[in-house]
């Protein structure tokens, strides 16, 4: 957990607005919340999980592909990223992008696009954001 610390922390950063730190402590402990790397995913199945891939915008696509096919019985997968984020060598292709690109139409597949009308950071993000559209 300590070397996972620097990549995990927006997560709990959110998990503390809802739960006391012995609340986490408790679910971490009996595996009801997992955090694990994506490279850490390869093999698995999820049966009966409620799975999200964080900034999904910096997966290559063989990495989406693992990621979509670790789904198993009852689970869903949630991925969130934001496309004008990615962070890639400009060669390789976000797996994200891929994916919407290929998924957006297959039945059971949902795709939700945020404006800045979601934001709900402090007031001058959405100025911020918008600045960085005009380009």
Known sequence: MEKMAPWTRPIFDVFEEYYAPDQIEYMINDNKVE????????????????????????????QMKMFLTRMG????????????????????????????E???????????R????DVIRHRLV??????FETE
């Open 35 to 62: 955090v694990a790397p994506l490279a850490f995913m390869r093999g698995r199945t999820l049966d009966n999980a409620f799975v999200i891939l964080d900034e999904a915008q910096n997966a290559t696509v063989p």
């Open 73 to 100: 019985k009852h689970a869903k997968f949630i991925i969130t990223g934001d496309v004008s984020q990615v962070d890639l060598p400009r060669h390789q292709k976000s797996g994200l992008i891929e994916s919407l």
């Open 102 to 112: 290929r998924l957006s139409n297959v039945e059971g597949i949902s795709v939700v």
């Open 114 to 117: 945020l404006t800045t009308t």
């Open 126 to 131: 959405k100025k911020i954001i918008e600045a």
